[in-house]
């Protein structure tokens, strides 16, 4: 009934007014013992692109995708005494404040758009502003999920196709592009034929790397490159057959008899 705040040694903070929640099923106004679970999500962390939702791709208040780049993310869930699924009553808000990573504080703007993740279509979608206050952002919001503090940008589409020494296509390949200088990145796998697209940041620099499987292991291919306002392509590129291996043999079923129509997984 009169609020209150909690704040984690991260700089995480989250202030409820008085008189903010209610009962999110029933949309009744509760009174008692407020949880609340909250997680900060460092913009710079190296597993950003797992432990995040979606793919930092957000729709604006214009209605556009947009490209994002965060300064950080937060996950806040309020929970009742008997476990029942609180939020924020209409027409208040809670102010939710985070930290900003001391390398990213230079290039932090005064102000910055708020955005929240609608797990209906994996979308962010922007909701208000943060105003940037020592190394902290401090913005007002309406309901609880996950919250980021991001840049929006504009984007173009990129491609490439990867082959091996002798030119054939190299299917299901792990890549990566990264936005130099920070953690953002986005991922996926070459198809049959080797070819790779996407949507990636406009007017930026960006690395592309190639590695040996999903989140392990050192790239066996780098490539940094810088986009305009046009798409871009990296034409082919080959693969040394170091980091190649061909691998046979003869598939039977139970009775020892040839298998002519199956299909073969490797991880």
Not at 58 to 80: C, N, R, W
Not at 195 to 210: E, I, R
Not at 219 to 224: A, G, H, M
């Amino acid at each position: 009934t009169s609020g209150g705040s909690v704040t984690l040694t991260n700089g995480l903070s989250i202030a409820l007014p008085a008189g903010a929640v209610v009962n999110a099923a029933t949309n009744v106004a509760y009174t008692g013992t407020v949880n609340v679970a909250a997680f900060w999500i460092n913009p710079e962390a190296a597993d950003l692109n797992k432990i995040m939702p979606g793919d930092l791709r957000g729709i604006d208040k214009d209605g556009s995708l947009k490209l994002l780049q965060t300064f950080g993310m937060a996950a806040v869930e309020l929970t009742g005494a008997s476990g029942e699924l609180l939020q924020i009553t209409a027409g208040k808000k809670a102010t939710l404040t985070l930290a900003i990573p001391s390398s990213l504080s230079a290039t932090a703007p005064a102000s910055i758009p708020l955005w929240y993740f609608d797990e209906s279509n994996g979308l962010w979608k922007e909701e208000g502003n943060a105003t940037k206050t020592g190394n902290t952002y401090v913005g007002d919001v309406s309901h609880f999920s996950f919250w980021s503090y991001s840049l929006p940008g504009p984007y173009v589409q990129f491609d490439c196709t990867l082959k091996d020494v002798a030119g054939n296509p190299i299917p299901n390949v792990f890549v990566q592009i990264q936005l130099a200088g920070t953690f953002n990145q986005g991922h996926g796998h070459t198809d049959a034929s080797g070819f790779v697209s996407g949507l990636v940041t406009a007017n930026a620099q960006l690395v592309f790397y190639v590695s040996p499987t999903f989140g392990c292991g050192a790239p066996i291919y780098s490539q940094t490159f810088t986009t305009t306002n046009a798409n871009i392509s990296l034409g082919v590129i080959t693969i040394s057959s170091n980091f190649m291996a061909t691998i046979s043999g003869t598939i039977t079923d139970c009775n020892n008899n040839p298998v002519t129509n199956g299909d073969i997984l490797m991880s």
